[in-house]
C-alpha cells in the first residue's frame, strides 16, 4: 500500500477549519483535521511531496519525516505543526481502517472506558450574566458535564477603559466576576465548570480575575497570561488557589516541558490538531 496524494478542503463555521484527506492507491484514505487554513494548503503540497510513495502504515516513521523534513523553513511551530497534525491524524484514521481497529488500541489499549468532553457556551450577543447562564443550562440540557464559559472580553463595551495594554477596569472584572458566578450557580452539582481567558491579560489583572473566583469550585482557570510569558503564567498559578490549565499555544512535547518542569501550570491542555498530533499528545500525557 501506498500513498498516493493529500487533499484538503476550507470549512467555514463559528470557526475556520482545513479537513486533510490522505489517500491511498488502494482506494482507503484517511481524514484529519486542522485549525486556521493560514498558509497550510501551501505547506500540504511540500509534505505530499515528502511522503507520496511511502507507506501510509508507518505513521510515528513519516511523521518524523515531516517534522525533520520541515524544520528548516524557519519554524516547527504555527501553520507547519497545524498541516503537520492533520495529516499524522489522518495517518492515524487510515491505520485504524486498514487494520479494522479503534485508535485506542493501536495506541496501546486503554485506562477507562469513558472520556469525558467539555461544550463551550461561546458569547452569547446580550452579555448579562443571566445570557450566559442560560448558555450553561442548555450545555447541560444536550448532556455535557463539564461546560466552559469563555470570561474574556464578556464585558459591555463601556466598561473598557483601556483595549490596547491587556489591563482590566474595575467594572470588567466585577462583570467577569458576575459571568462566573452567574454560570457556576446555574449548574447542577454534578457537572463542573472551565472558564477561559484566551492569554489576554497582564498578570496582575489576570491574577485579580482568578481571586475573585476563589469563592467557586471550578474546574479550571485557562491561558490567563499571553502563551510566551511562562513567567507570568507561573506567578499567577503561584498566587491563587484556583486551577490555572495552559499549553493549546505551545507546540510538540518538548515545548510543553518547560511549563511542566517549572510547574507553572496546574493543568496541561494541548490542541492536538496543532499541537503535532496524536503521538506527540500522547508523549505529554
Given at each position: 500500500?501506498?500513498?498516493?496524494?493529500?487533499?484538503?478542503?476550507?470549512?467555514?463555521?463559528?470557526?475556520?477549519?482545513?479537513?486533510?484527506?490522505?489517500?491511498?492507491?488502494?482506494?482507503?484514505?484517511?481524514?484529519?483535521?486542522?485549525?486556521?487554513?493560514?498558509?497550510?494548503?501551501?505547506i500540504l503540497q511540500r509534505i505530499e511531496r515528502m511522503i507520496v510513495g511511502e507507506d501510509p502504515r508507518n505513521v510515528i516513521q513519516?511523521?518524523?519525516?515531516?517534522?525533520?523534513?520541515?524544520?528548516?523553513?524557519?519554524?516547527?511551530?504555527?501553520?507547519?505543526?497545524?498541516?503537520?497534525?492533520?495529516?499524522?491524524?489522518?495517518?492515524?484514521?487510515?491505520?485504524?481502517?486498514?487494520?479494522?481497529?479503534?485508535?485506542?488500541?493501536?495506541?496501546?489499549?486503554?485506562?477507562?472506558?469513558?472520556?469525558?468532553?467539555?461544550?463551550?457556551?461561546?458569547?452569547?450577543?446580550?452579555?448579562?450574566?443571566?445570557?450566559?447562564?442560560?448558555?450553561?443550562?442548555?450545555?447541560?440540557?444536550?448532556?455535557?458535564?463539564?461546560?466552559?464559559?469563555?470570561?474574556?472580553?464578556?464585558?459591555?463595551?463601556?466598561?473598557?477603559?483601556?483595549?490596547?495594554?491587556?489591563?482590566?477596569?474595575?467594572?470588567?472584572?466585577?462583570?467577569?466576576?458576575?459571568?462566573?458566578?452567574?454560570?457556576?450557580?446555574?449548574?447542577?452539582?454534578?457537572?463542573?465548570?472551565?472558564?477561559?481567558?484566551?492569554?489576554?491579560?497582564?498578570?496582575?489583572?489576570?491574577?485579580?480575575?482568578?481571586?475573585?473566583?476563589?469563592?467557586?469550585?471550578?474546574?479550571?482557570?485557562?491561558?490567563?497570561?499571553?502563551?510566551?510569558?511562562?513567567?507570568?503564567?507561573?506567578?499567577?498559578?503561584?498566587?491563587?488557589?484556583?486551577?490555572?490549565?495552559?499549553?493549546?499555544?505551545?507546540?510538540?512535547?518538548?515545548?510543553?516541558?518547560?511549563?511542566?518542569?517549572?510547574?507553572?501550570?496546574?493543568?496541561?491542555?494541548?490542541?492536538?490538531?496543532?499541537?503535532?498530533?496524536?503521538?506527540?499528545?500522547?508523549?505529554?500525557?
Amino acid at each position: 500500500m501506498k500513498i498516493t496524494s493529500i487533499k484538503s478542503v476550507m470549512i467555514q463555521g463559528s470557526w475556520t477549519w482545513t479537513l486533510i484527506k490522505v489517500e491511498t492507491d488502494e482506494g482507503i484514505c484517511g481524514i484529519g483535521e486542522s485549525q486556521l487554513p493560514l498558509g497550510v494548503p501551501d505547506i500540504l503540497q511540500r509534505i505530499e511531496r515528502m511522503i507520496v510513495g511511502e507507506d501510509p502504515r508507518n505513521v510515528i516513521q513519516l511523521a518524523q519525516k515531516i517534522y525533520r523534513g520541515l524544520s528548516g523553513a524557519g519554524s516547527t511551530g504555527g501553520s507547519i505543526l497545524l498541516a503537520m497534525s492533520g495529516v499524522e491524524l489522518a495517518l492515524w484514521d487510515l491505520q485504524g481502517k486498514i487494520t479494522g481497529l479503534p485508535l485506542w488500541q493501536l495506541l496501546g489499549g486503554k485506562y477507562r472506558d469513558r472520556v469525558r468532553i467539555y461544550a463551550d457556551t461561546g458569547r452569547p450577543g446580550d452579555r448579562s450574566p443571566e445570557a450566559y447562564a442560560d448558555g450553561v443550562r442548555e450545555r447541560v440540557e444536550a448532556g455535557y458535564t463539564v461546560v466552559k464559559v469563555d470570561i474574556d472580553h464578556c464585558a459591555p463595551a463601556e466598561y473598557i477603559k483601556d483595549g490596547h495594554n491587556r489591563a482590566l477596569s474595575r467594572q470588567e472584572v466585577d462583570h467577569m466576576s458576575a459571568v462566573s458566578h452567574a454560570a457556576f450557580d446555574a449548574l447542577p452539582d454534578d457537572v463542573d465548570l472551565c472558564l477561559d481567558l484566551h492569554w489576554c491579560y497582564q498578570t496582575s489583572d489576570a491574577l485579580r480575575v482568578a481571586r475573585r473566583l476563589e469563592d467557586i469550585d471550578i474546574l479550571w482557570l485557562e491561558d490567563p497570561t499571553p502563551p510566551e510569558n511562562l513567567d507570568a503564567l507561573k506567578y499567577v498559578t503561584d498566587h491563587t488557589s484556583v486551577p490555572i490549565a495552559c499549553g493549546e499555544n505551545h507546540w510538540m512535547a518538548h515545548g510543553l516541558r518547560p511549563m511542566i518542569e517549572q510547574r507553572a501550570a496546574d493543568i496541561i491542555t494541548p490542541d492536538i490538531p496543532r499541537f503535532g498530533g496524536i503521538q506527540e499528545g500522547k508523549k505529554v500525557a
